[in-house]
T-cell receptor
């Protein structure tokens, strides 16, 4: 079974600085998706960025970028020019492309990293 | 376009009571999901549906039932609530399966005393 591990329960960054959140995963599959979701205090789950495993190029979305190391099964999120609005829980998630017993590629989440942004 | 909505937003139940959580989406999505989120944990899948009239078990299905009678609605039922079901429940939907983004509702905070 696939697992997702986020080893940093909490992180802190100064406004305008850069921070990197870590995520590792375990899988025997070669084709899958990886995601970073943001959950602010409002509880709403917001997709930040998505990476397809067969693409070697790291995904970027404005100030958010990932470092995808497929062989190491590592998927870290870098937030540049941190803003107060970036303060939230961040969840790394894995999604298989295979259909195991009808799972249809369900999301498997890590436990999250709470990011604080200091003014 | 409201996206994914959940009713109610908050609920307090006594042990043994029953209730139904409603999830509705207006994006014509085929797939719908119910997750629960507990403190210090990521979201865990309870049940999901790949189309109207079809449902399947996820990672933590015990104590819950679901129904998808209409494409736009996905109901989560607790027949006899237990304190272990105190959690925040999220509904999500996606156009299809693995290659499509899941859109989440705002969550329902359920407390069972």
């Amino acid at each position: 079974a696939q697992t997702v591990t986020q080893s940093q329960p909490e992180m802190s960054v100064q406004e305008a600085e850069t921070v990197t959140l870590s995520c590792t995963y375990d899988t025997s599959e070669s084709d899958y998706y990886l995601f970073w979701y943001k959950q602010p205090p409002s509880r709403q789950m917001i997709l930040v960025i998505r990476q397809e495993a067969y693409k070697q190029q790291n995904a970027t979305e404005n100030r958010f970028s990932v470092n995808f190391q497929k062989a190491a099964k590592s998927f870290s999120l870098k937030i540049s020019d941190s803003q107060l609005g970036d303060a939230a829980m961040y969840f790394c998630a894995y999604r298989t492309r295979m259909n195991y017993g009808g799972s249809q590629g369900n999301l498997i989440f890590g436990k999250g990293t709470k990011l604080s942004v200091k003014p | 376009n409201a996206g994914v909505t959940q009713t109610p937003k908050f609920r307090v139940l006594k042990t043994g009571q029953s209730m139904t959580l409603l999830c509705a989406q207006d994006m014509n999505h085929e797939y719908m999901y119910w997750y629960r989120q507990d403190p210090g944990m990521g979201l865990r899948l309870i049940h999901y549906s790949v189309g109207e009239g079809t449902t399947a078990k996820g990672e933590v299905p015990d104590g819950y039932n679901v129904s998808r009678l209409k494409k736009q609605n996905f109901l989560l039922g607790l027949e006899s609530a237990a304190p272990s079901q105190t959690s925040v429940y999220f509904c999500a939907s996606s156009l299809r399966g693995y290659s499509y983004e899941q859109y989440f509702g705002p969550g329902t905070r359920l407390t069972v005393t």
